[in-house]
T-cell receptor, first 116, second 112 residues
Framework: EPEVTQTPSHQVTQMGQEVILRCVPISNHLYFYWYRQILGQKVEFLVSFYNNEISEKSEIFDDQFSVERPDGSNFTLKIRSTKLEDSAMYFC??????????????FGQGTRLTVV | DAKTTQPNSMESNEEEPVHLPCNHSTISGTDYIHWYRQLPSQGPEYVIHGLTSNVNNRMASLAIAEDRKSSTLILHRATLRDAAVYYCILRDRNNAGNMLTFGGGTRLMVKP
């Protein structure tokens, strides 16, 4: 069964450093997402990406964050100047149809980011 | 998006059916009802979705009330692997937004 893969599974970084979280969505999918989940809290939407541009973003997704699909297969989330409160599980997701309401999203296993 | 209400937690015995309720009294006619689950230390996983009619798939069944103000996810025989947080989410076909909005969900505990 096709799956969304994320690397690394765990990333430890020092406060103020930049990190790049990587995702390989399912190959024929069109929409890509990043979500995050702070330990013990809800899964929160960060950003959606379609046709090589951001289609929606939440208030969390400020100038510290950026996304890119550099080569047609990878989808990355960059966090500049990480803060302690950026520590969370980051999930990548993708789906394959233009209509969202009748389509399932596939999630990766997540990257645990720990900022020290 | 319209709001959903789920119990914080439920318990079940292994190999027994589980009925997970969801209230969505403000649901609109264009809202689809989606269920996802999140196993421990994993990403969310799609379970099932429907609009008006009851739905079945290999994972579960979805029973939707006639007035659509509530729905129930049915696991026919719970296994230990079904212990997870189950999320009931509404998706509006008229909403340009395509992200999922997760609430607190129901934490299902399965006892052997």
């Amino acid at each position: 069964e096709p799956e969304v893969t994320q690397t690394p599974s765990h990333q430890v970084t020092q406060m103020g450093q930049e990190v790049i979280l990587r995702c390989v969505p399912i190959s024929n999918h069109l929409y890509f997402y990043w979500y995050r989940q702070i330990l013990g809290q809800k899964v929160e939407f960060l950003v959606s990406f379609y046709n090589n541009e951001i289609s929606e973003k939440s208030e969390i997704f400020d100038d510290q964050f950026s996304v890119e699909r550099p080569d047609g297969s990878n989808f990355t989330l960059k966090i500049r100047s990480t803060k302690l409160e950026d520590s969370a599980m980051y999930f990548c997701a993708s789906r394959n149809r233009v209509v969202a309401w009748n389509t399932e999203a596939f999630f990766g296993q997540g990257t645990r980011l720990t900022v020290v | 998006d319209a709001k959903t209400t789920q119990p914080n937690s439920m318990e079940s015995n292994e190999e027994e059916p589980v009925h997970l309720p969801c209230n969505h009294s403000t649901i609109s006619g264009t809202d689809y009802i989606h269920w996802y689950r999140q196993l421990p230390s994993q990403g969310p996983e799609y379970v099932i979705h429907g609009l008006t009619s009851n739905v079945n798939n290999r994972m579960a069944s979805l029973a939707i009330a006639e007035d659509r103000k509530s729905s129930t996810l049915i696991l026919h025989r719970a296994t230990l692997r079904d212990a997870a947080v189950y999320y009931c989410i509404l998706r509006d076909r008229n909403n340009a937004g395509n992200m999922l909005t997760f609430g607190g969900g129901t934490r299902l505990m399965v006892k052997p």
